[in-house]
């Protein structure tokens, strides 16, 4: 079966500061990984994925991700926080559909 | 890539009643979907929008809850009905994109705010 862990439900942290929201996936076959952002009242809106080639992803808005397949990981990551960046984060999955984990909140702190 | 708009973008609707939801996209799609995020919590599958055919649903959702069309391919409607408050949640109307290969992308449309009272 296909899913998505994030196990974070808050992560805070100060502007200016990295940033790390976390995914764990399980997946049979090779893993398509996406990360998509929530702001408050609006839809979800694509930030990056990974499909095969160099572990580490690039994205929107500064956002890179890095694909771990030993550790079955896709933690998302900035390395310098925004409070612009405040919003709800949510890794998935393409398996038969797509699965989506329950979210992280993340806030910066000014 | 796909853009989505839903109408309405939010609604306040009275316990009984139905509310029918509607999904444009600007480009014809075979993939279409609902989803629903209730309060705090992350997106649930509702059902796939198959152009021609029945929606197939998932479990836990059935038809005359959440009856579906999908006239063409670039349009569906989802009816919330017979609303209680439980139904208050954000509907999000999504395509899935051919981007290669091997995989898809999905996009998701600016959702709609549900609140049942």
């Known amino acids: 079966a296909q899913s998505v862990a994030q196990p974070e439900d808050q992560v805070n942290v100060a502007e200016g500061n990295p940033l790390t929201v976390k995914c764990t996936y399980s997946?049979?076959?090779?893993?398509?990984l996406f990360w998509y952002v929530q702001y408050p009242n609006r839809g979800l809106q694509f930030l990056l994925k990974?499909?095969?080639?160099?572990?580490l992803v690039k994205g929107s808005y500064g956002f890179e991700a890095e694909f771990n397949k030993s550790q079955t990981s896709f933690h998302l990551k900035k390395p310098s926080a925004l409070v612009s960046d405040s919003a709800l984060y949510f890794c998935a999955v393409r398996g038969n559909q797509f699965y989506f984990g329950t979210g992280t909140s993340l806030t910066v702190i000014p | 890539s796909a853009v989505i708009s839903q109408k309405p973008s939010r609604d306040i609707c009275q316990r009984g009643t139905s509310l029918t939801i509607q999904c444009q996209v600007d480009?014809?799609?075979?993939?279409m979907f609902w989803y629903r995020q209730q309060p705090g919590q992350s997106l649930t599958l509702i059902a796939t929008a198959n152009q021609g055919s029945e929606a197939t649903y998932e479990s836990g959702f059935v038809i005359d809850k959440f009856p579906i069309s999908r006239p063409n391919l670039t349009f569906s409607t989802l009816t919330v009905s017979n609303m209680s408050p439980e139904d208050s949640s954000i509907y999000l109307c999504s395509v899935e994109v051919r981007s290669g290969v091997a995989y898809n992308e999905q996009f998701f449309g600016p959702g709609t705010r549900l609140t049942v009272l």
């Open positions: 480009s014809q799609v075979t993939m």
């Open positions: 997946v049979s076959g090779n893993p398509y």
């Open positions: 990974y499909i095969t080639g160099d572990n």
